[in-house]
């Protein structure tokens, strides 16, 4: 896919990957506003090509009183207004076919979760919105099976597709990514690594994800040496505290620095 399709994305020309990065959940519009402030003054510090995430809604919790989200509407609502305060793209994951074009309405990209990758009419839906659309390789899937998710959506007569490895089941409890998936599928579109849930150990007794945030940098430095297109990080500025996914995010106030040295490592590629 062509980034520029991709509606305000910067940068396109500095030779850097792209960036997808934001909270795990909408959890309300200062904590977004203020994780997006951060992070775009980063990513132009950089010159990062620079897409804000956040999810609008969390469906797939491992218990039922888990953090679900603050109300649909109202998230999407705060996605909008990240995007027309900064003037940055947006994107969210979306679960059933009504939130394909729900959520279109107010974000730039949408995103496939892992497990619902072959659900084919969500799929679908998601690509007759005309939007962007992110298709998370699912944790039970190959790379090389991918191409048909993908075919999917250019089936729809929509060529903006792309491919976010997250890792792969190692066992019940703990995740690992191959990376000889990710030139695999750059044979199939735009490629990116979810360097965070890739570093989940989901499935624990207590009902609640656990990871290993310690080898974000690792897992990330691999990526871009591999010469992946974009990388997907979920960040904060208080992991502990956060209501989904807060064990294996990154803190923010770390973002800045990983950031630099991978700019640097994607600089030096370059010159091979």
Known sequence: MNLQNIPQIKHLSSGNFFILA??????????????????????????????????FKKANRSRIDSFSGIGDEKALKILRKVSETFNVPTITDIHTNEDASMAAEYVDVLQI?????????????????????NLKKGQFMSPESMKHAVQKVLDCQNENVMITDRGTMFGYQDMIVDFRGIPTMQHFGTTVLDVTHSLQQPNQTIGVTGGRPDMIETIAKAGIAVGVDGLFIETHFDPANAKSDGANMLHLDYFENLMTRLVAIRKTINQF
């Open 113 to 133: 979760p892992a497990f619902l990758v072959r659900q084919t009419d969500l799929v679908v839906a998601a690509a007759k919105t005309g939007k962007t659309v």
């Open 22 to 55: 934001g909270p795990c959940a909408i959890e309300g519009e200062e904590m977004a506003l203020k994780i997006a402030e951060k992070l775009i003054t980063i990513t132009d510090k950089l010159e990062i090509p620079f897409v804000f995430k956040g999810s």
